[in-house]
């Protein structure tokens, strides 16, 4: 079944405490993002990968780094996460420029307290 | 500033009628546009895209509709069923590589 999975579903953390969230596709797409959810803004991307190894920001990328050192895999890492950064986030993937479909996984839901 | 905008936060429609979804956007560049559906606690999930050469496409009970004169689109879901009922989200790209949403349009379809 084609799908994209995130790692965890939900998670609480404190201030401070680095967490990575995982994301893996099989789908052999190129390219894959990280979005966030917040009531009222709706989906906000914080990076992009075009490509292994290339990855670029979107429009919150403040206090995120992403790595793509695999085609299917493209975890996202809090380094020292704040409350400001509690949120639902998406992991997508899609395989086609200008036809592009974006497959979401289910998201993960992250609080700091 | 944002690129895509969903103007109504919410729509109640009567099952059986017609429901639309509006959706602006600012950038001339975006050619490509797509509407998603979620529902809570999954991810969402695609419906139904528009190339900007076009300015309708039909998929079943799903009509996206594009203006590009007046950068909006708009989804027309008819009849609507109550299984409709969830947030829609109106996205754009340009050339398939950056994909802005919207901040969504929740729906409800009442029996």
């Known amino acids: 079944e084609a799908q994209v999975t995130q790692n965890p579903r939900y998670l609480i953390t404190v201030t401070g405490k680095k967490l990575t969230v995982t994301c893996s596709q099989n789908m052999n797409h190129e390219y894959m993002s990280w979005y966030r959810q917040d009531p009222g803004l709706g989906l906000r991307q914080i990076y992009y990968?075009?490509?292994?190894?290339?990855?670029d920001k979107g429009d919150v990328p403040e206090g995120y780094k992403v790595s793509r050192k695999e085609k299917r895999n493209f975890p996202l890492i809090l380094e020292s996460p704040s409350p400001n950064q509690t949120s639902l986030y998406f992991c997508?993937?899609?395989?086609?420029?200008?036809?592009?479909?974006?497959?979401f996984g289910e998201g993960s839901r992250l609080t700091v307290l | 500033d944002q690129q895509v905008k969903q103007n109504s936060p919410s729509l109640s429609v009567q099952e059986g009628r017609i429901s639309i979804l509006n959706c602006d956007y600012t950038n001339s560049m975006f050619d490509y546009f797509l509407w998603y559906k979620k529902y809570p606690a999954e991810g969402p999930t695609f419906l139904i895209s528009i190339s900007s050469i076009k300015d309708k496409n039909e998929d079943g009970r799903f009509t996206v509709f594009l203006n590009k004169s007046a950068k909006h689109l708009s989804l027309h879901i008819v009849p609507s069923q109550p299984g409709d009922s969830a947030v829609y989200f109106c996205?754009?790209?340009?050339?398939?590589?950056?994909?802005?949403f919207g901040p969504g349009t929740r729906l409800s379809v009442l029996p």
């Open positions: 997508a993937s899609w395989g086609a420029l200008h036809t592009g479909e974006l497959f």
């Open positions: 990968s075009m490509n292994v190894e290339v990855t």
């Open positions: 996205a754009a790209s340009i050339y398939g590589q950056n994909f802005v």
